[in-house]
C-alpha cells in the first residue's frame, strides 16, 4: 500500500493506491481505524471522515453526464420547436398573402393563367 499525503500540516486529503488482492470494504474498514487512531479520535462522529473509492466517483460522473445530456436534449427540443414554429409562421403569412392576391385577381375577372402565375 503506498500512500500520498498533501495539504497544510493537518491532513487534508488522502490518496491510497491498492494492488487487486485485497478486498475494498476490508482496506476502507482497515484505513478509517487507522485514521481514526492515529489522530486521537475515538468515534467516526467527532471527525469530518469520507472515504470515497474509484467507483464512486465513477458514478457520481455518470449521474451528471445523465443530467448534462437530459439538460441539453431539453433545449435541443424547445429549439426546435422554436424553429418548427417560425417554418409554420412564415408558411401561414405567404398562403395567407397568396390567398388575398388570388381574390382580388379573381375580382377584376382574371382567367386561371393569370392566377397561377
Keep these: 500500500m503506498v500512500c500520498f499525503v498533501t495539504g497544510k500540516p493537518d491532513v487534508q ?7 487487486d488482492s485485497r478486498p475494498l ?18 468515534h467516526v462522529s467527532q471527525v469530518n471522515l469520507v472515504i ?8 457520481e460522473h455518470e449521474q451528471f453526464a445523465k443530467q448534462a445530456r437530459l439538460i441539453l436534449m431539453g433545449i435541443g427540443a424547445i429549439s426546435l420547436l422554436v424553429g418548427w ?6 408558411m401561414l403569412v405567404s398562403v395567407t398573402e397568396r390567398t388575398r392576391e388570388i381574390w382580388i385577381r379573381k375580382a377584376i375577372w382574371a382567367q386561371g393563367w393569370h392566377i397561377v402565375s
Design 13 to 19: 486529503s488522502m490518496t491510497i493506491l491498492l494492488d
Design 25 to 42: 470494504v476490508t482496506v476502507q474498514q482497515h484505513l478509517r481505524y487507522a485514521i481514526l487512531s492515529r489522530f486521537g479520535y475515538r
Design 52 to 59: 470515497k473509492n474509484m467507483s464512486q466517483f465513477q458514478e
Design 85 to 90: 414554429m417560425g417554418v409554420m409562421n412564415m
